[in-house]
């Protein structure tokens, strides 16, 4: 068998099928597709493979190309239960707040121009005022995430000083990533105080210094801290730090700003409640329970805001139009007292138990197959450790779970589950309304693929 009989570059971009490729994808990805299925072909045929059609040869091509220019960043439907599923790309974002980002994104927008006077503004402006009506601060200053807003503010106010921290606060959260190696880039010195589990206000008094700049709390995140434990109020600290004329910064992380005890959760502190008890600063992230964009959040003395705004490490942390654009429009979603039912991770968790009952029975009926079974949601994302909320889930019985789950995430768009007990199970709370049809026509094309052991739709428990 000859490779000659291969047929040429020329030949196989001459036919409809290539034409097709041309005008989709553009001469130069085109060419480099056939040209890469004509090396394997070549390769495969050396190793004892038969010659490959012409429309093989092509269809290899195509299927490069369409991966090739696939988007490795896409949109999926969380059915996990996972509120904030931070490897899913933690909150939604409100339909104000995307049509916010469309209009500022598509143009010319005013992100560092005063219409007023006509003349440079400030991009800080555009998130400030929203920020102090809703939390009582004095001034707010925004930049991309929680850990720079954490390190703009010790590399600003301690840089060379020394940093008092609970040791049972220098956590470990996703990813590796330390807080205290973040925290050490401002070039401050931590100084640990306290022990794993106890941490008095005796302990912090102890360890203060003439090189002593501030305290800082440390939101505990994704783990929590039970039994014989003990850390000081952050009143208490606040008293302590303005005795000895140092400040103190709340690290705060979740972003709440509604009581999240409410919804049968526990309560997770707010940035209201922080700045009430005496912090002078309070830094927290906007896309966790503030519902918003990724962003880190800074508020609190207007004096200090001040400082880290002329900070040069500021610049390079500072948000683009569309984050702020973004912010803004959730941001106002708190003003108008409009949280629960315009953002999309507010109405999850305020979703009562009866609704997602309803909608996980409305999905077995559809697909004719599954049971309705009690489960428990996750709020997630650095909140809220261990708490949970009851739910209602579908629960599929199938032969092989692990792989059609694997499948299910190569339906369009990808469906992300979890697995209990060998079954699928699926959560309406997190899935979103509009996405219900794609879901079930992503369960319906899985299930005709292997056509597991499903039982008939059952009834719902309890």
């Not at 601060?137 to 995430?145: M, T």
């Not at 954490?150 to 959260?173: G, P, W």
């Not at 941490?199 to 102890?206: R, W």
Request: with cysteine; glycine share 8%.
């Amino acid at each position: 068998m000859s490779l000659r009989q291969l047929p040429s570059v020329d030949l196989l971009l001459r036919s409809p099928a290539a034409e097709a490729m041309l005008a989709r994808f553009g001469r130069p990805l085109t060419l480099d597709a056939v040209r890469d299925a004509l090396v394997a072909a070549r390769a495969d045929v050396r190793q004892g493979c038969s010659l490959p059609t012409e429309a093989a040869l092509l269809a290899a091509a195509r299927q490069d190309l369409e991966q090739r220019v696939a988007p490795s960043l896409r949109p999926v439907i969380n059915a996990t239960g996972v509120v904030l599923h931070t490897n899913l790309g933690r909150a939604p974002l409100s339909p104000a707040a995307l049509q916010a980002q469309h209009d500022t994104a598509s143009g010319y927008s005013t992100l560092e121009f005063d219409l007023l006077t006509g003349r440079r503004g400030a991009r800080h402006t555009h998130a400030q005022s929203l920020l102090q009506h809703i939390t009582g601060a004095e001034a707010a200053l925004v930049v991309n995430n929680n850990a720079a807003a954490v390190l703009l503010a010790l590399t600003a106010l301690a840089q060379h000083k020394e940093v008092l921290i609970a040791r049972s606060q220098l956590v470990e959260i996703g990813g590796g990533f330390r807080v205290p190696d973040v925290l050490r880039q401002s070039g401050a010195r931590l100084v640990e105080v306290g022990t794993t589990n106890r941490t008095h206000l005796s302990d912090f008094a102890e360890a203060v210094t003439a090189r002593t700049a501030l305290l800082l709390r440390a939101h505990h995140s994704n783990f929590r801290l039970v039994g014989f434990t003990a850390e000081p109020l952050l009143a208490e600290l606040a008293d302590l730090a303005h005795q000895h004329d140092l400040l103190l910064v709340d690290d705060l992380g979740s972003g709440a700003l509604l009581d999240t005890s409410a919804f049968g959760l526990g309560h997770e502190p707010t940035v209201q409640e922080s700045l009430q008890a005496g912090a002078d600063l309070v830094a927290f992230s906007g896309d966790k329970l503030l519902g918003g964009p990724q962003a880190g959040l800074l508020v609190g003395r207007a004096a200090l805001i001040e400082r880290l705004r002329q900070h040069p490490l500021a610049r390079a942390l500072r948000p683009g139009k569309s984050c702020l654009a973004a912010l803004a429009a959730t941001l106002l979603h708190y003003y108008k007292d409009e949280a629960l039912t315009a953002i999309p991770i507010w109405r999850m968790i305020a979703a009562p138990a009866e609704r997602l009952r309803d909608r996980a029975a409305a999905w077995a009926a559809a697909l004719g197959a599954g049971e309705v079974l009690p489960g428990q949601s996750t709020v997630g994302g650095g909140s809220l450790p261990e708490e949970t909320q009851p739910t209602w889930l579908l629960s599929l019985a199938v032969s092989h779970p692990d792989d059609f789950a694997m499948r299910l995430r190569h339906t369009d768009p990808p469906v992300i589950v979890r697995i209990e007990k060998d079954r699928l199970a699926l959560d309406p709370r997190t899935v979103l309304p509009e996405q219900e049809p794609l879901l079930i026509a992503a369960l319906r094309q899985t299930l005709a693929a292997e056509r597991p052991r499903l039982p008939a739709p059952g009834r719902a428990e309890g």
